[in-house]
């Protein structure tokens, strides 16, 4: 009996000696110098930053895109997390502009963004070389043809914190006041390139805004769409100087694009109350269109919260681009002359699609047109 007890004491004794020395290998096999910490740290910084992105800040030909992901490697400091504020205290324009603020310095998205009723997927997709055409042109860029059904859910996404858009953006009788109101929200939030689904890229955005031009002073980027010098171009277009809004490029949280989705709201929310949506075309034009959109642009080159009024000469007006040929700078934003959007239409000076400042042909296809062929926003 004794005998089994030493046994069983001398066994004890062996297994003890045996999980101390495992626990001490264990202890010693997690604990190696190499081994990340228990929290991750960021990563470190590049070992001389500026001599990666040398050739882009001195080469002027270098356009700076870039998608959400870039922004985190970025060589400057990480801003302070802003408080949370109360925004149902603040105006429409204040909460467009705390939910989706603007920094010119960043770079330009590298988002494309299409809307159509198919998906390039779908056999009834009808605008395959047009679409293609923009991908060809910007390899690198995200491009997305959004569908009609898919508008919105993305605009709930975006603008679930701004109730009165959403609102706003529900309330719109006809599918082609959604399809124009899309497209300033979706540049709002996100930034990038929209453009129609019938218009055909002829040269890359790179290629947009001039060499001479630091890319990160500009904010904005638009073509002219009509500039009918003739005595009779009230009969013909709403404005003596008309922007496109066809085809926009634009950095997140822009002012203008502030500025008309607030006004396309307040309106609709007006209209809705007073139970009068007029339908004509032309009030198209002036409601979500070109029209409004111009009218949006000027107020912005003439506001003094952004512009410095006592240098210039008097207010920009359409004489300060009429006839131009060549880009030209206003504050943070780039007009491009009638070419560059409107190329081929063989008046109002525009020039060939073969001419250099040639960047986007439209096909004014009026894909808004008839309702029965256009239903974005529609549930």
């Not at 626990?23 to 910084?45: G, Y």
């Not at 985190?72 to 989706?100: E, G, I, R, T, W």
């Not at 139970?275 to 409601?287: D, P």
């Amino acid at each position: 009996m004794a005998s089994r007890k030493m046994l069983s004491f001398k066994r004890a004794i062996v297994f003890a000696v045996f999980f101390l020395t495992a626990f001490i290998l264990l202890r010693r096999s997690h604990t190696n110098a190499n081994d990340p910490e228990p929290f991750r740290k960021p990563p470190p910084k590049p070992a001389d930053a500026s001599s990666q992105h040398a050739g882009a800040k001195h080469d002027p030909s270098t356009t700076s895109y870039t998608t959400e992901a870039d922004t985190f490697s970025k060589d400057k400091p990480v801003p302070a997390q802003k408080a949370l504020q109360d925004m149902s205290k603040m105006s429409l324009y204040d909460k467009l502009a705390y939910q989706y603020p603007y920094d010119v310095e960043t770079k330009f998205p590298a988002y494309i963004w299409q809307t159509w009723k198919w998906t390039p997927a779908s056999g009834e997709f009808a605008f395959r070389d047009q679409e293609a055409s923009w991908t060809m042109q910007h390899p690198g860029f995200v491009h997305e043809v959004i569908t009609d059904q898919v508008a919105v859910h993305l605009m709930r996404l975006l603008y679930a914190s701004v109730p009165e858009v959403l609102e706003a953006y529900n309330a719109l009788p006809q599918p082609v006041l959604k399809a124009d109101f899309f497209r300033y929200l979706i540049l709002l939030a996100r930034g990038g390139i929209y453009s129609d689904i019938d218009t055909y890229a002829i040269r890359s955005a790179l290629e947009w805004i001039p060499d001479s031009v630091p890319k990160e002073s500009i904010g904005l980027v638009i073509g002219i769409e009509a500039d009918p010098d003739r005595p009779d171009w009230k009969d013909w277009y709403s404005r003596r100087i008309q922007f496109c809004q066809w085809t926009i490029q634009a950095k997140p949280g822009h002012p203008v694009l502030r500025d008309i989705v607030t006004r396309i709201t307040q309106e609709t929310l007006k209209r809705k109350r007073e139970g009068l949506f007029v339908s004509k075309e032309k009030s198209v034009v002036e409601f979500t269109g070109p029209a409004v959109w111009t009218d949006t642009i000027f107020d912005y080159f003439n506001d003094p919260r952004y512009f410095d009024m006592r240098a210039g000469q008097g207010n920009i007006t359409y004489l300060n681009f009429t006839g131009i040929e060549a880009p030209k700078k206003v504050g943070d934003v780039v007009v491009l002359p009638i070419t560059s959007f409107s190329p081929g239409v063989q008046q109002m000076g525009a020039k060939d699609y073969d001419d250099p400042m040639a960047f986007v042909k439209h096909d004014f296809e009026g894909t808004w047109k008839p309702e029965s062929e256009r239903h974005i926003g529609e549930n």
